[in-house]
């Protein structure tokens, strides 16, 4: 789902919300790997910002002490 999308924050906040009732309490630790081993749509840094704020709100809505984790094998990748 595209995170311009209306439904975007609702959905990964209620992702996140049935998680924690399936799994238990939270680590607070969420992982996700954006534009993991691919190129993001566009080089324009106010996207890869926007994105990374949306996908960050839907996590602290879920739960306001989240930390979002990455990997950091996304800043190595290289294309061929």
Known sequence: MDFEED???EVGSQF???Y????GLSDHLYSCDTF???IPP????IYVRKSGEAIYNAMATADPDAVWV???W??????S
Not at 20 to 23: D, V
Not at 42 to 45: A, M, Q, S, V
Not at 74 to 79: A, G
């Open 20 to 23: 924690q009732i399936e799994f």
């Open 42 to 45: 566009t080089n324009d840094t």
């Open 36 to 38: 993991n081993e691919m």
């Open 70 to 72: 990455m990997q950091g």
């Open 7 to 9: 439904l975007f924050q």
């Open 16 to 18: 996140l919300n049935e």
């Open 74 to 79: 996304i800043f190595y990748f290289q294309v």
